[in-house]
Each structure stands twice: as C-alpha cells, then as structure tokens.
C-alpha cells in the first residue's frame, strides 16, 4: 500500500493560508532547497496528488504566468484529483480529475495510479482530515513559518494522536514528520 501523507507549510499557530486564502506570509520564509524534507525529494516519492477546490484554484490564480513546456498552467505532472462539488473548468494539458464524496474511493483511484509510489494530500486542512476520518492518512509532514496569523485556514481540524518520527530545522521553519495513530479519545 502507498504512504498517504498529508505535506504542508503551517503557522505556529496551526494555519495553512489567512482568511483570505494568502500564503504572503510563507513566501519570504527562508528554506533551504535541499535541507530538511525538502520538496524535491519529497515530491521525487509522489506518484499522485490530492487537493481540495479552494486550494486548486489558488495554484491555478498563481500559475497563470508560468506555462510549462507541455504547454499547460498546472505544476504537476502526475494525476491530480481535485474535490469539488461544483462544475469546475478543467486544465488543458494537465490530468487532473474532479471527484466528489467519501475520499475512500478517491483513495483506491489515487493508489492505482501512483503505479507503487506514494501519494500527497496538499490540502486543505479538513480533506486531510477526511483521508483521517477513513483511516487513510499515514503520515503529516509540517513545515512551521516562524510567523502567527491569528485566524485563518486550519491545518488540521480534527482530534489525532500522532508519533514524531523526526524533527529539525530547515532555515526558518521547524520541519516535523508525524505518523497519524488515529482518533486523540482524551477526556
Ligand atoms: N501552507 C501551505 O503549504 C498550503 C498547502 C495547501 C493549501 N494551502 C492553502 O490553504 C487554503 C485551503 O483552503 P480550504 O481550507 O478551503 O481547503 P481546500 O481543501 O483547498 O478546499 C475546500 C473545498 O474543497 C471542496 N471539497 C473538499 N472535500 C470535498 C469532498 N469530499 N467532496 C466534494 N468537495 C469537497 C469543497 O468546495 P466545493 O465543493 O465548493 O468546490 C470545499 O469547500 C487555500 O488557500 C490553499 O491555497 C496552503
């Protein structure tokens, strides 16, 4: 079975974008390219992807400019499933498949076509919790910015307990990888 994690920068104080979807705040955060649980090796791993609609059509708002070589807006060149219960507009060049419902059945899809490699959760915060809520969520990697924001898009709104695996530090951030153990039952 692949290892489903859900990989995300975060707030100190648990957000993944302000209330108006804004990453301004993570952008200036200096990482360093091959340091700790750095993208490219990450993503090197990833054999398909998952994001919710609003997270969808901020890569789509923030791509426009960059046109790959394959002609297409979209970064990602291996299948991306997209949860929407709306009438989104596809990406042309890019394989990108919209889905609705219980994730478990977006979960075998993704399985199948990841041909043995993992596969990413890029949020938000409440689908990962869904891939949770299904026990289908292995593992959650976080990127921690030095910066709170006091509101914002939830990094995980849910109660899990989780294991460290590892943790240290990539230039500004506090990068953390958690194996998800399953529902938190405290008092
Ligand atoms: N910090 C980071 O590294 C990072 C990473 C990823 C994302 N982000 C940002 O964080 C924000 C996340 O936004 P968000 O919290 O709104 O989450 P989201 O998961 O991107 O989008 C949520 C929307 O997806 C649709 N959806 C989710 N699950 C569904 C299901 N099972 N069936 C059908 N539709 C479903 C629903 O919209 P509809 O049905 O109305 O389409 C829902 O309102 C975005 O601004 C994104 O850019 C930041």
């Given at each position: 079975?692949?290892?489903?994690?859900?990989?995300?920068?975060?707030?100190?104080?648990?957000?993944?974008?302000?209330?108006?979807?804004?990453?301004?705040w993570l952008f200036p955060q200096e990482q360093e390219r091959d340091g700790l649980f750095n993208y490219d090796e990450?993503?090197?791993g990833i054999g398909a992807v998952v994001m919710g609609?609003?997270?969808y059509e901020w890569v789509l708002d923030h791509q426009r400019e960059m046109?790959?070589?394959?002609?297409?807006?979209?970064?990602?060149?291996?299948?991306?499933w997209v949860m929407t219960s709306r009438d989104l507009a596809p990406v042309a060049g890019a394989d990108v498949r919209f889905a609705a419902g219980p994730v478990a059945t977006v979960y075998d899809e993704m399985a199948a076509a990841a041909?043995?490699?993992?596969?990413?959760?890029?949020?938000?915060?409440?689908?990962?919790?869904?891939?949770?809520?299904?026990?289908?969520?292995?593992?959650?990697?976080?990127?921690?910015?030095?910066?709170?924001?006091?509101?914002g898009r939830p990094l995980l709104p849910r109660r899990l307990?989780?294991?460290?695996?590892?943790?240290?530090?990539?230039?500004?951030?506090?990068?953390?990888r958690y194996a998800v153990v399953g529902p938190g039952e405290w008092a």
């Open positions: 079975m692949p290892t489903l994690t859900y990989y995300t920068a975060t707030t100190l104080d648990g957000f993944i974008a302000d209330p108006e979807d804004s990453l301004a990450f993503f090197a609609s609003t997270t046109v790959t070589e394959t002609g297409s807006v979209w970064p990602y060149r291996i299948p991306t041909e043995g490699k993992d596969l990413w959760v890029v949020g938000g915060g409440d689908l990962a919790g869904q891939f949770a809520d299904a026990g289908l969520l292995d593992e959650v990697i976080t990127y921690v910015a030095p910066v709170t924001l006091g509101s307990a989780l294991r460290l695996l590892e943790t240290g530090r990539n230039g500004a951030f506090v990068c953390s």
